[in-house]
């Protein structure tokens, strides 16, 4: 490799010269060429200008720029203007984020719905270069992410492909009894002395549980509450900037969605939460539900005792949960077939389960079979919806179409195509009609990929992000022209966002530029 790019600055330093003089009209090209054309369609423009090189097919020099790979190539772009646009087509970069450990469509939706902060809008700039937005991305030093959820702590950097740590969530949250703020600083402290960081040192990205949903006045009190206990805790510790964002945006974001329906099957209960451009419709309505993932494994447990199998674990019977049960399509139906399988728990021995199963994940849809009284998961999402469709906060009347289920209880086999049957079901053609239900990529953890995405575009100065403010460089719509044309790939443009009052925006804009500050994205209250 460095022999290659050896040759390459011979060559063009034997030709600097003689393509020297030719080299002022290629500066001046309109930067919108390199936008809407291809290389190929501008490189009769900087023909013998690059050397021995001009003799390769066009094809042949990409492949060589991206054998040097992305900081050799960028190096290039130093030698001469012909180099320079050369170097700078959209497809070799593209190329390069397509090749980043981020997968490509998370890399996407980030450069195209969460760059300019919050609220989520698209504004319409100029597009930037891809080789700059590769460039912006690789220097992003990080963030530090806590994902809190009601049973288990998810912990690590924004530039790592997973959580570093995990922690049972009651043990790291201090005593009980003790005033919340207090409770807040001991957890912080904890995890930032788990992960051997100065709290000094890193931005940080919060993910704020799924509580006080209602839209009275204690339920806005309590919000209120929490955010300045995280904001006192956390800048109490020096932290340089606080990004707290609610749980289910979040888990809303891992999917690659800024606008839907999350259900978030938690440690304790199921929360259905409505979702406009990244922010949690408290005035539509979060439907909760008490079955959670606790519940389903003290389900399969008491089951697991009727047959005389008396296991002491929860972690037993969660690993069993886990590897053999499923959501049937037909609950009536599957009774009648043979669904034994069986798995081996390490230090346990091997376990087999029978109509356990499906049975387990059956409470979800119907709670009475373990003698809870509550609604199914159908229901409550079906009541959601309806609620959805009465509010019109929006004129786009598909902004709910989209249901996202989370939580690692999410992840059983036949749970989405299940959920899906029942609400075509349940609700009316009219609003059933264009309804589909996916599951996160990232079951448990889906919060942390969320906050992940937000986090590789924070800076410890002056973030987009963190201090809700317009960024240096805003997207075109057309940026998702490009990149469909570039990748080959077919993309669905979102509705027009709506743009409030443009002296409300400067206001805010205006009042949020301060070294320490925060943003609370978790409700709407």
């Not at 037993?316 to 081996?344: H, I």
């Not at 376990?351 to 409550?380: D, N, S, V, W, Y």
Request: charged share 20%.
């Amino acid at each position: 490799m460095a022999q290659l790019l050896k040759k390459v600055w011979e060559s063009i330093s034997n030709d600097w010269y003689s393509s020297h003089s030719s080299l002022n009209s290629l500066y001046n090209l309109d930067y919108r060429a390199l936008v809407h054309g291809s290389l190929s369609d501008q490189i009769i423009i900087c023909s013998s200008s690059i050397g021995a090189f001009d003799r390769l097919p066009l094809d042949i020099f990409m492949q060589i720029l991206k054998l040097l790979g992305p900081k050799e190539a960028a190096r290039l772009t130093s030698v001469c203007k012909s180099w320079k646009f050369m170097v700078s087509d959209n497809t070799l970069w593209i190329y390069f984020l397509q090749n980043q450990q981020d997968p490509w469509d998370s890399i996407f939706f980030a450069e195209t719905n969460l760059r300019s902060g919050f609220p989520l809008r698209t504004y319409r700039r100029q597009m930037q270069s891809f080789m700059h937005i590769y460039g912006e991305r690789a220097e992003v030093p990080g963030a530090v992410i806590i994902d809190g959820g009601a049973g288990y702590c998810k912990f690590g950097w924004s530039k790592y492909d997973s959580p570093s740590g995990r922690s049972a969530t009651f043990v790291e949250f201090g005593n009980i009894e003790s005033p919340l703020y207090s409770r807040l600083r001991h957890f912080f402290a904890t995890i930032y002395s788990r992960m051997q960081l100065k709290s000094s040192t890193q931005p940080i990205i919060v993910s704020i549980p799924i509580s006080h949903y209602e839209d009275n006045g204690a339920a806005k009190a309590f919000r209120s509450e929490l955010e300045e206990a995280v904001y006192s805790a956390l800048f109490g510790m020096k932290v340089p900037a606080v990004c707290a964002v609610s749980q289910a945006t979040l888990a809303l974001f891992s999917a690659r969605r800024t606008s839907g329906i999350l259900v978030n099957i938690g440690f304790h209960q199921t929360s259905v939460v409505p979702i406009l451009h990244g922010k949690v419709m408290h005035k539509v309505g979060v439907v909760t539900v008490g079955v959670g993932a606790v519940k389903l494994t003290e389900y399969l447990r008491e089951q697991l005792r009727q047959r005389n199998l008396h296991i002491s674990s929860l972690y037993t019977v969660r690993s069993l949960k886990e590897n053999l049960c499923y959501v049937s399509l037909d609950y009536e139906a599957e009774l009648q077939k043979d669904t034994e399988a069986s798995y081996e728990v390490a230090s346990e021995g091997w376990f087999t389960l029978k109509q356990e199963r499906f049975q387990t994940g059956e409470i979800l849809f119907q709670p009475h079979i373990a003698g809870m009284h509550a609604m199914g998961l159908h229901q409550a999402v079906a009541h959601c919806v309806d609620r959805c469709r009465a509010a019109k906060v929006t004129t786009d009347h598909t902004w709910f179409n989209t249901i996202v289920l989370a939580g690692g209880t999410a992840c059983l086999p036949g749970l989405a195509e299940r959920l899906n049957k029942e609400l075509h079901d349940l609700l009316p053609p009219s609003l059933s009609s264009g309804l589909r239900v996916i599951s996160s990529p990232y079951g448990a953890d889906s919060a942390w990929y969320g906050a992940k995405l937000v986090g590789n575009y924070q800076d410890p100065g002056v973030t987009p992000i963190f201090l809700n403010i317009c960024p240096l460089v805003l997207y075109h719509q057309q940026i998702k022209k490009v990149m469909a044309l570039e990748c080959g790939k077919t993309l669905i443009d979102e509705p027009e966002r709506e743009i409030g009052d443009e002296k409300q925006q400067e206001d805010r804009s205006s009042s949020s530029r301060k070294q320490r500050i925060a943003i609370f994205i978790a409700d709407g209250g």
